[in-house]
């Protein structure tokens, strides 16, 4: 037999499978693209928490993010909320609008998460839920970036970073108005 | 307070574990007892400190500490006191703690029965089972610590995924873990064996009885899998070849191969290079089912969240298959067999037919499951493939295998006379034939399922024959009716318990070719009042309720379901609506029955309550997978049973 000289062909066998495997660290299964990328952003109108009216006809001209959180939302929406309102703070005066939708919420509980973060941007919650399905939302946090235009642009699902924020709004802040 | 403790026990397991193995190794090397007592002391005290960690998780899931992140994500206030407790499996870091803590206990099994027994190739088990544990707790030390802090501590979680809060989740990970991590002992054992050069048929015939008892586990986990998916998720099905159920059915093949093959090599001394490599690929595909799961690189309906865990994974399945198989192409020079195949018509040949069905099986699941990664690297788009591909090319498999099922064991070893295969196969082979005939007559027209029922038929034949001739020949010999026939279960336990694990089969190969043929199912809308007929059921609207539950609100429909035979039940299908999920969760209801199932799904409805849709099911034979099982459970506890033969 030449079992001898091809021993050693066993263990280099599972090489190519290990490195298969290895290229799926490269790939992600849920990265399916929003189908509302370069639409028209759905209209909503909705009250905010602090009582006052927040539409998206009345940000036109301006680059919004549109972040979906929910108090229940165990960690990610509380890992994100500083970077969010960090966001915010730094891009509100280059024509900048953030906009959080909770969604799904018990009152009581949403305002403390707001009063925990000490959120200075409108926040309002969407009652009958028209809002994040409008926008096909799947699960919080989500994060939408609109240009100037009223468009979707780009989608982040999962806790959003200061990096991800910026990264975006500056590409939607570059293009002419 | 709590995740500090934790956390300073999982690494103390982890630098225990490590040190264990060590020490265990220069046990071996040195031939000194006290490194290998200290190895022991290793086991013992990782085992402690496992135990302690469940202990302080429990406590944090029972008292709401929400400061573990852990706690915060899989409890909120309104989760029953029982799920609190089965929640500390219900994700990733939960499941490496409760794998971890079995295989601790199988180690400290291994220290109790083989030290003075096998003093030779003990310390290397040992160190090679602590090698593993040390892998498993750096896994909860780095990437899925389940003592991680949350800061600032929420007010309340976020709840249990919903479709976790069924009582099966206590058996369904119980069992499938005590049969992946069961698989490490005979791995165990192959390796020490491989190490000093001991390659003959002792770790076989060491191991046979924990294979036997890793296998059973994880068959029963695999059902106990598949009830909870028709019972909970409400498709109407029971298993789809998702990844995960996937991840967990490839094991189980080559385990099935490896437990035929091993007959072989105890009885004539051949294939023992095949037994090893089917011993690593098993070990090899527990670990590689975990990382699937776990990773994320591949989309599934469990979907545990990932991180870094999956290059833990990755590099240690690296270490584990090139390690294991190099060390096996060092060794390959003992490996020789030392008999041939004499002739293709024996039991040899037959179980080494067996053998690469179920690795082609195990190929085609591998290939399918991990189809969607292969494709995009080679052409760069996502495609996934699903039951159709799965189902083309593993019922021939399948259909193979049950043949065989009826050949293998009454087959004569080394060469088949024609008197040999004409007195054993003769009658079953008309039985099977004569049954498929029979079925035509009465209608069915499938061909896979007449084949699968005759084969059925063939393979029952074939062990009711020989246990009728084995009970008249005790008779013949004088003794009496029990003796004859319970004793002879007893007294040739491995064969019998083989023989009725075969029956389980069967019956599960009934109840998947009956419910895939003759289940049917309808979808429509119902007005308050209106009825809808199935298979000879008819059901009744007749109205909506809703409730608040602890942590979801429900609503529940009413629906009388009458049969012809004066059957009139009420079934109360529901949907769960959880403020943490998107979708509603269905709450199926049924009907169980010996011969057909009744499976009501609520979909839709009209707020008023006036209307709703359902999905009607009458599904046939399923029940004859959860009766498999338990036959299957009575054969596996007749074969581990101590072996009352002289040995050969």
Same mark, same amino acid.
């Given at each position: 037999?030449?079992l001898?000289?091809?021993?050693?062909?066993?263990?280099?066998?599972?090489?190519?499978?290990?490195?298969?495997?290895?290229y799926?660290?490269?790939?992600?299964?849920?990265?399916?693209?929003?189908?509302?990328?370069?639409?028209?952003?759905?209209?909503?109108?909705?009250?905010?928490?602090?009582?006052?009216?927040i539409?998206?006809?009345?940000?036109?001209?301006?680059?919004?993010?549109?972040?979906?959180?929910?108090s229940w939302?165990?960690?990610?929406?509380?890992?994100?909320?500083p970077?969010?309102?960090?966001?915010?703070?730094?891009?509100?005066?280059?024509?900048?609008?953030?906009?959080?939708i909770?969604i799904?919420?018990?009152?009581e509980?949403?305002?403390?998460?707001?009063?925990?973060?000490?959120?200075?941007?409108?926040?309002?919650?969407?009652?009958?839920?028209?809002?994040?399905v409008?926008?096909?939302?799947?699960?919080?946090?989500?994060?939408?970036?609109?240009?100037?235009?009223?468009?979707?642009?780009?989608?982040?699902?999962?806790?959003?970073?200061?990096?991800?924020?910026?990264?975006?709004?500056?590409?939607?802040?570059?293009?002419?108005? | 307070m709590?995740p500090?403790?934790?956390?300073?026990?999982?690494?103390?397991?982890?630098v225990?574990?490590?040190?264990?193995?060590?020490?265990?190794?220069?046990?071996?090397?040195?031939?000194?007892?006290?490194?290998?007592?200290?190895?022991?002391?290793?086991?013992?005290?990782?085992?402690?400190?496992?135990?302690?960690?469940?202990a302080?998780?429990?406590?944090?899931?029972?008292?709401?500490?929400?400061?573990?992140?852990?706690?915060?994500?899989?409890?909120?206030?309104?989760?029953?006191?029982?799920?609190?407790?089965?929640a500390?499996?219900?994700?990733?870091e939960?499941?490496?703690?409760?794998?971890?803590?079995?295989?601790?206990?199988?180690?400290?099994i291994?220290?109790?029965?083989?030290?003075?027994r096998?003093?030779?190739?003990?310390?290397?088990?040992?160190?090679?089972?602590?090698?593993?544990?040390?892998?498993?707790?750096?896994?909860?030390?780095?990437?899925?610590?389940?003592?991680?802090?949350?800061?600032?501590?929420?007010?309340?979680?976020?709840?249990?995924?919903?479709?976790?809060?069924?009582?099966?989740?206590?058996?369904?990970?119980?069992?499938?873990?005590?049969?992946?991590?069961?698989?490490?002992?005979?791995?165990?054992?192959?390796?020490?064996?491989?190490?000093?050069?001991?390659?003959?048929?002792?770790?076989?015939?060491?191991?046979?009885?924990?294979?036997?008892?890793?296998?059973?586990?994880?068959?029963?986990?695999?059902?106990?899998?598949?009830?909870?998916?028709?019972?909970?998720?409400?498709?109407?099905?029971?298993?789809?070849?998702?990844?995960?159920?996937?991840?967990?059915?490839?094991?189980?093949?080559?385990?099935?191969?490896f437990?035929?093959?091993?007959?072989?090599?105890?009885?004539?001394?051949?294939?023992?290079?095949w037994?090893?490599?089917?011993?690593?690929?098993?070990?090899?595909?527990?670990?590689?089912?975990?990382?699937?799961?776990?990773?994320?690189?591949?989309?599934?309906?469990?979907?545990?969240?990932?991180? !870094?865990?999956?290059?833990?994974?990755?590099s @240690? =399945?690296?270490? /584990? +298959?090139l *390690?294991?198989?190099?060390?096996?192409?060092? #060794?390959?020079d003992?490996l020789?067999?030392?008999?041939?195949?004499?002739?293709?018509?024996?039991?040899?040949?037959?179980?080494?037919?067996?053998?690469?069905?179920?690795?082609?099986?195990?190929?085609?699941?591998?290939?399918?499951?991990?189809?969607?990664?292969?494709s995009?690297?080679?052409?760069?788009?996502?495609?996934?493939?699903?039951?159709?591909?799965?189902?083309?090319?593993?019922?021939?498999?399948?259909?193979?295998?049950?043949f065989?099922?009826?050949?293998?064991?009454?087959?004569?070893?080394?060469?088949? !006379?024609?008197?040999n295969?004409?007195?054993? @196969? =003769?009658?079953? /082979? +008309?039985? *099977?034939i004569?049954?498929?005939?029979?079925? #035509?007559?009465?209608?069915?027209?499938?061909?896979?399922?007449?084949?699968?029922?005759?084969l059925?038929?063939?393979?029952?034949?074939?062990?009711?024959?020989?246990?009728?001739?084995?009970?008249?020949?005790?008779?013949r010999?004088?003794?009496?009716?029990?003796?004859?026939?319970?004793?002879?279960?007893?007294?040739q336990?491995?064969?019998?318990?083989?023989?009725i694990?075969?029956?389980g089969?069967?019956?599960?190969?009934?109840?998947v070719?009956?419910?895939?043929?003759?289940?049917?199912?309808?979808?429509?809308?119902?007005?308050?009042?209106?009825?809808?007929?199935?298979?000879?059921?008819?059901?009744?609207?007749?109205?909506?309720?809703?409730?608040?539950?602890?942590?979801?609100?429900?609503?529940?429909?009413t629906?009388s379901?009458?049969?012809?035979?004066?059957w009139?039940?009420?079934?109360?299908?529901?949907?769960?609506?959880?403020?943490?999920?998107?979708?509603p969760?269905?709450?199926v209801?049924?009907?169980l029955?010996?011969?057909?199932?009744?499976?009501?799904?609520?979909?839709?409805?009209?707020?008023?309550?006036?209307q709703?849709?359902?999905?009607?099911?009458v599904n046939?034979?399923?029940?004859?997978?959860?009766?498999?099982?338990?036959?299957?459970?009575?054969?596996?506890?007749?074969?581990?049973?101590?072996?009352?033969?002289?040995?050969?």
């Amino acid at each position: 037999m030449t079992l001898r000289g091809l021993r050693w062909a066993i263990p280099a066998a599972v090489l190519p499978v290990l490195a298969l495997l290895t290229y799926g660290f490269w790939t992600d299964p849920k990265e399916i693209p929003s189908p509302l990328l370069g639409r028209p952003a759905a209209a909503f109108s909705l009250a905010t928490f602090d009582g006052g009216p927040i539409s998206l006809e009345g940000l036109r001209g301006k680059v919004v993010m549109l972040n979906f959180w929910a108090s229940w939302c165990v960690p990610a929406c509380y890992d994100e909320a500083p970077a969010v309102e960090r966001t915010w703070r730094a891009y509100k005066n280059q024509g900048v609008m953030v906009v959080g939708i909770d969604i799904q919420d018990k009152e009581e509980a949403a305002r403390q998460f707001l009063a925990r973060f000490g959120h200075t941007f409108p926040n309002a919650p969407d009652p009958r839920g028209r809002v994040s399905v409008d926008y096909g939302v799947y699960g919080v946090p989500e994060t939408f970036f609109i240009d100037r235009n009223g468009r979707v642009r780009f989608k982040h699902v999962g806790a959003l970073t200061d990096e991800i924020a910026r990264r975006h709004l500056d590409a939607l802040l570059k293009e002419p108005a | 307070m709590i995740p500090e403790l934790g956390y300073a026990a999982t690494v103390a397991g982890f630098v225990l574990a490590l040190s264990g193995a060590v020490a265990a190794v220069v046990g071996g090397w040195t031939g000194r007892a006290e490194w290998l007592r200290t190895g022991e002391r290793a086991a013992i005290g990782v085992w402690v400190l496992i135990t302690v960690c469940i202990a302080l998780m429990l406590y944090a899931f029972l008292t709401f500490d929400f400061s573990v992140r852990y706690v915060a994500i899989n409890t909120n206030r309104g989760t029953p006191f029982y799920y609190r407790i089965t929640a500390l499996w219900g994700a990733l870091e939960g499941s490496i703690v409760l794998w971890s803590w079995m295989l601790s206990i199988y180690t400290l099994i291994v220290v109790v029965q083989y030290r003075r027994r096998q003093p030779e190739l003990y310390p290397w088990v040992l160190s090679v089972m602590l090698g593993i544990l040390a892998f498993f707790l750096l896994v909860m030390t780095i990437p899925a610590p389940p003592f991680e802090r949350l800061t600032p501590i929420p007010p309340d979680g976020r709840g249990l995924n919903p479709l976790l809060e069924d009582s099966g989740m206590i058996t369904h990970p119980v069992a499938l873990y005590l049969g992946f991590t069961g698989f490490t002992v005979p791995f165990a054992f192959a390796m020490a064996a491989l190490i000093i050069g001991r390659t003959g048929e002792e770790w076989i015939t060491i191991t046979r009885r924990w294979t036997i008892i890793a296998w059973y586990f994880l068959a029963l986990g695999l059902l106990i899998g598949g009830w909870w998916s028709y019972h909970v998720l409400g498709w109407g099905g029971y298993w789809a070849w998702d990844p995960v159920e996937n991840a967990a059915f490839m094991p189980w093949l080559t385990a099935t191969a490896f437990l035929h093959s091993v007959m072989v090599q105890e009885r004539r001394r051949m294939l023992k290079l095949w037994n090893l490599s089917l011993i690593i690929l098993t070990f090899g595909l527990t670990l590689f089912g975990t990382f699937l799961t776990r990773s994320g690189i591949i989309g599934s309906v469990h979907s545990f969240t990932q991180g !870094s865990i999956g290059v833990f994974f990755l590099s @240690f =399945l690296s270490l /584990v +298959l090139l *390690g294991s198989f190099s060390l096996l192409a060092w #060794r390959m020079d003992r490996l020789r067999a030392e008999s041939q195949l004499d002739s293709v018509v024996s039991r040899e040949s037959t179980f080494l037919l067996n053998n690469l069905f179920l690795l082609a099986a195990t190929f085609t699941v591998f290939f399918g499951t991990v189809f969607p990664l292969l494709s995009e690297a080679v052409r760069g788009v996502k495609v996934s493939v699903g039951a159709p591909f799965f189902n083309l090319v593993n019922i021939p498999v399948f259909l193979t295998l049950l043949f065989l099922m009826g050949v293998g064991p009454l087959i004569a070893w080394r060469r088949a !006379s024609a008197q040999n295969l004409k007195r054993n @196969f =003769l009658k079953p /082979v +008309l039985a *099977g034939i004569v049954a498929a005939a029979v079925l #035509r007559l009465f209608g069915v027209a499938n061909v896979l399922v007449l084949a699968a029922m005759g084969l059925v038929i063939f393979v029952s034949a074939t062990i009711v024959l020989d246990y009728a001739r084995a009970v008249r020949a005790r008779r013949r010999s004088g003794e009496g009716w029990s003796a004859a026939t319970w004793g002879l279960l007893l007294r040739q336990n491995r064969r019998y318990g083989g023989f009725i694990v075969h029956l389980g089969v069967l019956v599960v190969a009934l109840g998947v070719a009956g419910s895939q043929a003759w289940s049917v199912q309808t979808e429509t809308t119902l007005e308050k009042g209106q009825s809808v007929e199935l298979g000879g059921y008819r059901v009744r609207f007749d109205g909506l309720e809703a409730s608040e539950e602890s942590n979801h609100g429900k609503v529940t429909g009413t629906f009388s379901v009458t049969s012809g035979r004066h059957w009139d039940v009420m079934l109360h299908p529901g949907r769960k609506f959880y403020p943490q999920e998107q979708t509603p969760i269905a709450a199926v209801d049924y009907r169980l029955g010996f011969i057909e199932d009744v499976y009501l799904v609520l979909g839709d409805f009209a707020r008023d309550g006036s209307q709703a849709t359902i999905k009607l099911q009458v599904n046939r034979m399923v029940s004859w997978l959860w009766l498999g099982g338990f036959v299957l459970t009575i054969g596996a506890a007749l074969a581990i049973l101590p072996d009352h033969r002289k040995p050969a």
